[in-house]
């Protein structure tokens, strides 16, 4: 009678390199949530705010040739944005202007659309890509396979970044492309050279912690459901907290009765925007973007909130795996 052997045997289907390993389990979460129709309606929805930026551009390009379209920009820069040194410098030298032009316009594409939209995307996707594996036990399916947990991990990962350089980083440079496109000559890119530069680092301190964070709260339950409120929630009272606390001064008027200036002077008023920024993941986010694009407006220094992302991106990702590790050695 033959004895068949039923113990662990050594894998002998095809490998891939390690570090293409990540990319196996990265397509085929990719592949899985692209099936939704929603899902691809968002992402075309969410490149429509990228059109503001770009008229702002062809505007400040357009200036060249038309002095009142100059005037126009010049008043709404120091007027409704509040920001009288950049309208000063679009005045007097406006070819050394077009860095700070470019670089204010892609910020507030990354801040405003792209931020919330990122917020909604991570929280409808996010917190099943982990919690669905421990539901269901499809973990075992993949560690069935020569794949480390850091692998898993860095697979799942790059999922949400393929989402998020979707609708941040890729707009942002064709944003960044138009804008050559419409100068008056190349030579623009000896100025903005370092534009596109900017964008990856921006997009970088957006996608890693946040992925950090979605992936430790969606590896903390097998209910994915708890994982997208606990997601809504930290941004959600982040933001709420952030705001009653740093404007509660504002509540009884400026003091003294004084009029708030214009652009508002938030220190002369009793302001400090840097005091409780670090509760406010949205605003420790902007702190950080606004530095890499060189206009971070508030005094307060921006390593704080640096440590702050690294270490959301150290613990969420360690929580993750020693979830995971902990699954294996039962």
Known sequence: MPVNDLGYRAWSGKRVPPFLRPVVVAKSGIALVWRRRWLRTMLMLAWLPVIFPALGIFAFEYSSTDPQMGRMITTLVR???????????????RDGARHAVWSTLILAFFRYPQLFAMVLLIGLIAPMLVSYDLRTKAYLLYFSRPLSPLEYILGKSSVIWFLLMMIATVPALVLYLVGVLLSPDLSVIGQTWDIPLRIVAASAVLMIPTTALALCYSSLTAESR???FGWFATWTMGFVSYQILTFAPMVDGPPEGRRAPRPIDWESLGI?????????PYHTLGKVQAWVFDLDPTP???????????????????IVRRRLIRRLSV
């Open 272 to 280: 400090d925007l840097d005091r409780y920024r670090l509760l406010s």
């Open 300 to 318: 307060g220094r921006v390593m704080p909130a640096i440590v702050v992302l690294m270490g959301i991106t150290i613990i969420g990702f360690w």
């Open 226 to 228: 708890y994982a997208t």
């Open 79 to 93: 007027g409704p944005f509040q920001q009288p040194d950049l309208a000063q410098m679009i005045a007097t030298d």
